[in-house]
């Protein structure tokens, strides 16, 4: 396979490094040797100017607060995951930040109820799963499912402004369990996703489809099914990062090798991570492949 496609997912300007001492958050976000403890630093002085009153309160971990706003209920919130997605790529972190701020300035308690049109599924690893658990009680306050290996399914409210993750209390109050979700977001999904396109001359070969949702397409089992058609064996597939689906042949010992280094070199200096894991499709879905 090319080696073009892959280097907009590891070529990285350079950036001069400065103390992230300034309350110019937007500008401090952009040092290329930022820290971890400093980009919470920054998230926190950003939440506050864009949330005016609200009080921030450090739980554990370190880098875990708890919002208090003049209304509506106090949320737990982490930073551990936008860490992970922008912390090799300078450039992108103050949308990331911004983004993840508006969440929060936009949730409140009026009582409205999400459209169902806006239930999207979103693909996600262990960890990011775990970060979001109830310290005192380990429960996942939204809804969730497992997929396979390491990774699973979180289900969100994409709007025009910020993307949120379905609580289990909302979903309650939209009459929407485990076995609606699903066909309900993926048929979401494909309403507003672009055309998906693959390319690669193989072994290897990568799905696109926009950015934000290109790991969700490993749930379109239509397309897995008229793709496995055109392979020998079975298909293995991979989500390195959010916008980057690989896939190959079981039977190929080259399209394995080459898929594992494209995952590694991903992995070590792309953004968005999701997984190093391999999937392999089977008859009873996917498992994860040894």
């Excluded at 040797?33 to 002085?45: D, P, S, Y």
């Excluded at 996703?193 to 290109?214: C, S």
């Excluded at 793709?227 to 293995?236: C, F, N, P, R, T």
Aim: glycine letters at 6%; proline letters at 6%; hydrophobic letters at 40%.
């Amino acid at each position: 396979m090319s080696a073009k496609w892959l280097q907009k997912f590891t070529g990285r300007k350079q950036a001069d490094p400065q103390p992230a001492t300034s309350l110019n958050w937007r500008e401090e976000l952009r040092n290329k040797k930022l820290t971890r403890e400093e980009f919470c630093k920054l998230c926190v002085i950003a939440i506050q100017e864009m949330n005016p009153g609200a009080i921030l309160e450090p739980v554990e971990p370190p880098d875990q607060y708890q919002l208090i706003r003049a209304q509506g209920s106090p949320i737990t919130i982490s930073f551990e995951n936008i860490w992970r997605q922008s912390r090799l790529d300078p450039e992108v972190r103050i949308d990331h930040v911004e983004r993840f701020v508006r969440v929060f300035s936009a949730a409140d308690d009026s009582g409205t109820l999400p459209d169902k049109k806006s239930v999207v599924p979103l693909v996600k690893d262990e960890h990011y799963v775990n970060s979001g658990r109830n310290k005192q009680t380990g429960e996942l306050s939204f809804m969730n499912e497992h997929l396979a290996g390491d990774l699973w399914i979180i289900y969100a409210i994409d709007t025009p402004d910020a993307m949120k993750s379905l609580g289990k209390e909302t979903a309650s109050q939209m009459n929407l369990g485990l076995p609606e979700l699903r066909p309900l977001a993926i048929e979401n999904l494909r309403r507003i996703l672009p055309p998906i396109e693959r390319h690669g001359d193989g072994p290897v070969f990568m799905l696109t489809a926009g950015a934000d949702y290109v790991a969700s397409l490993i749930l379109f089992d239509d397309l897995w099914n008229e793709l496995k058609e055109s392979l020998d064996g079975d298909i293995v597939a991979a989500i390195p990062s959010r916008d980057v689906l690989l896939y190959t042949s079981s039977e190929s010992r080259e399209g394995i090798a080459q898929m594992r280094g494209t995952i590694e070199e991903i992995m070590q200096s792309g953004g968005y991570l999701v997984s190093n894991m391999m999937l392999r499709l089977t008859s009873t879905g996917w498992k994860a492949f040894s």
